[in-house]
């Protein structure tokens, strides 16, 4: 049997992760041969196998498949043979999400997450950006030329010591110039405080939730980025901490459920 890593996530946990992704995706399950999925004979083409498909949108038309053989499944006294079925559908579905790209490990995991969230960020930032560029494209009005109206009839000139005479002209206004927009930089502050107010308060329900010694290690992990500060007011800092207890309950999970 296969070593179960330390920080291993389910199944269900990855599941859970697609569906927020892709909240249309389904998964199905089978039987099938080997030869059907196209495995060799001498690898086990002639064997039978719990097959599980996923996909993502309903216009996919390729599954993304995985499949674990029947002779790997076990039934405990007592339990319905339907127990030992269920079982290697979890672990069919573990391997599918795995080639899916949702891998098994609360590390690699955490990089998904952390990827996602800045991918999203900078899809924001981006589209302030654009929003911007389509402001500053609007045609604005011209301003019209300064013109200098000729002096009435009645004006006396002015004369010259020689005699001539001269007519005062003003300097036409200048022109206003329009000052260049000012480029848009990321913020790391909150959008207001409300928004503050229900990340915080999610982020302690996280936490309450946790088995005790792993709400613990959520603390010292707080601890050492920032003193435990309360609020978080730089939002890349409450990003790191929710992580990590997400990451805290992919594992606690894990723990809870050895026979995967």
């Known amino acids: 049997m296969a070593q179960i890593a330390e920080d291993y996530v389910s199944p269900s946990v990855r599941w859970g992760v697609l569906k927020q992704d892709y909240p249309e995706a389904v998964a199905e399950f089978s039987e099938m041969t080997g030869a059907e999925l196209g495995i060799p004979e001498k ?115 002015i004369a010259s010591p020689a005699g001539a005479v001269t007519e005062v002209q003003a300097d036409p206004e200048p022109v206003p110039v329009k000052a260049a927009p000012e480029p848009l930089t990321e913020s790391d502050d909150w959008a207001d405080d409300d928004a503050m107010k229900k990340a915080h308060a999610e982020l302690k329900l996280r936490v309450t939730s946790l088995p005790e010694d792993y709400a613990e290690r959520a603390r010292q992990a707080h601890e050492k980025l920032n003193k435990r500060q309360w609020p978080i007011l730089k939002v890349s800092q409450f990003n790191a901490v929710y992580n990590i207890v997400e990451s805290l309950h992919a594992e606690a999970v894990a723990d809870a459920e050895p026979d995967f």
């Not at 002639?46 to 498909?53: E, P, S």
């Not at 127990?83 to 995991?109: F, H």
């Not at 955490?110 to 969230?117: A, F, G």
């Open 43 to 157: 690898f086990g083409g002639k064997d039978d196998y719990c097959v599980a498909q996923i996909l993502l949108r309903p216009t996919d038309e390729l599954p993304i498949v995985g499949y674990k053989p029947l002779s790997d499944a076990k039934s405990n006294k007592n339990d319905h043979p339907s127990d030992a079925w269920n079982v290697l559908c979890t672990k069919a579905l573990g391997r599918a999400l795995k080639r899916a790209g949702y891998a098994d490990t609360a590390g690699e995991m955490k990089l998904i997450v952390t990827y996602k969230q800045r991918l999203a960020e900078h899809d924001a930032i981006r589209s302030g950006d654009e929003a911007q560029v389509a402001n500053d494209s609007v045609p604005m009005p011209k301003t019209p030329e300064p013109s200098i109206l000729p002096p009435p009839e009645n004006t006396n000139p």
